[in-house]
């Protein structure tokens, strides 16, 4: 017959410092009460989450692209043959992408995705390579041309320095640094914002132009295909472009788990 140690506890039911508290595992798996499962915090709403993605996608590209798309098309008709491929592939990217977040509710985006399917190696292989190689060459661009486009009033009748766009770009970086790990609240109040800067400015570009259309300004449309043949080499680069002014449909599934009901 074998003795069972003894455990000192204090009148509360805890136990001293020292001892060693074992317990079986609780029924269905479920956590032990008074422990709490860390998780993300509900945060981004059906406004919040359409503003990431329209904001993302309205950025720099659309306003870098359109000159790379026509230069290395040739002519204009081609041009929006090239816009036109490159929105329906981003329309089907976005509705797989829809599917995978509804579906799979994990925030990671690309990452979680692989790692389901194919497991932790090429996972890990993917998102090396977004960290070392795709995102700080994405980011710089766009903050490049915040920088450029920031300055632009100030250097109407003049050359914009280097430096002055290194360093507003490097200020703009530490700023939406700062407030992304601040609030998550916040970062989304200004998504919000710039988004709705960003469709005032798109309305400026657009609506002159339908309205000169109207007035029958089509004389660009009349030989649409016109001019310099597209060369093998040249379409890739200009299906490269449209690609990046449509880029940024897959954001929100990078904070899936930040989502008020995903589904919706």
Same mark, same amino acid.
């Given at each position: 017959?074998?003795?069972?140690?003894? !455990?000192?506890?204090?009148?509360?039911?805890?136990?001293?410092?020292?001892?060693?508290?074992?317990?079986?595992?609780?029924?269905?798996?479920?956590?032990?009460?008074?422990?709490?499962?860390?998780?993300?915090?509900?945060?981004?709403?059906?406004?919040? $989450?359409?503003?990431?993605?329209?904001?993302?996608?309205?950025?720099?590209?659309?306003?870098?692209?359109?000159?790379?798309?026509?230069?290395?098309?040739?002519? !204009?008709g081609m041009s929006l043959i090239v816009w036109t491929?490159?929105?329906?592939?981003?329309?089907?990217?976005?509705?797989?992408?829809?599917?995978?977040?509804?579906?799979?509710?994990?925030?990671?985006?690309?990452?979680?995705?692989?790692?389901?399917?194919?497991?932790?190696?090429?996972?890990?292989?993917?998102?090396?390579?977004?960290?070392?190689?795709?995102?700080?060459?994405?980011?710089?661009?766009?903050?490049?041309?915040? $920088?450029?486009?920031?300055?632009?009033?100030?250097?109407?009748?003049?050359?914009?320095?280097?430096?002055?766009i290194q360093l507003i770009t490097a200020v703009g970086?530490?700023?939406?640094?700062?407030?992304?790990?601040?609030?998550?609240?916040?970062?989304?109040?200004?998504?919000?914002?710039?988004?709705?800067?960003?469709?005032?400015?798109?309305?400026?570009?657009?609506?002159? $132009?339908?309205?000169?259309?109207?007035?029958?300004?089509?004389?660009?449309?009349?030989?649409?295909?016109?001019g310099r043949d597209a060369s093998i080499m040249g379409?890739?680069?200009?299906?490269?472009?449209?690609?990046?002014?449509?880029?940024?449909?897959?954001?929100?599934?990078?904070?899936?788990?930040?989502?008020?009901?995903?589904?919706?």
């Amino acid at each position: 017959m074998t003795r069972k140690p003894v !455990v000192a506890t204090i009148p509360n039911g805890g136990y001293l410092p020292g001892t060693v508290k074992e317990s079986l595992p609780s029924p269905g798996g479920k956590e032990p009460p008074g422990q709490e499962t860390v998780m993300l915090k509900k945060k981004i709403t059906l406004l919040r $989450g359409i503003s990431i993605i329209i904001g993302t996608i309205i950025g720099s590209g659309i306003f870098i692209s359109p000159k790379g798309v026509l230069q290395n098309t040739g002519s !204009v008709g081609m041009s929006l043959i090239v816009w036109t491929a490159c929105g329906v592939l981003s329309l089907f990217g976005a509705m797989s992408y829809a599917e995978l977040g509804t579906s799979i509710k994990k925030s990671g985006g690309h990452y979680t995705y692989i790692l389901e399917v194919f497991g932790p190696l090429p996972a890990f292989v993917r998102v090396w390579v977004e960290l070392l190689i795709i995102r700080p060459a994405g980011t710089a661009v766009i903050s490049l041309a915040f $920088g450029r486009y920031f300055l632009e009033p100030f250097f109407i009748h003049c050359e914009i320095p280097e430096l002055a766009i290194q360093l507003i770009t490097a200020v703009g970086l530490t700023a939406v640094m700062v407030l992304n790990s601040m609030s998550v609240s916040w970062s989304a109040r200004i998504q919000i914002f710039l988004t709705f800067c960003k469709l005032i400015a798109i309305l400026i570009i657009i609506v002159p $132009g339908v309205m000169q259309l109207i007035k029958g300004q089509t004389q660009h449309f009349k030989d649409a295909f016109s001019g310099r043949d597209a060369s093998i080499m040249g379409l890739p680069l200009a299906f490269y472009y449209g690609m990046y002014a449509y880029a940024g449909w897959f954001y929100l599934n990078f904070v899936t788990e930040e989502v008020e009901n995903p589904e919706k």
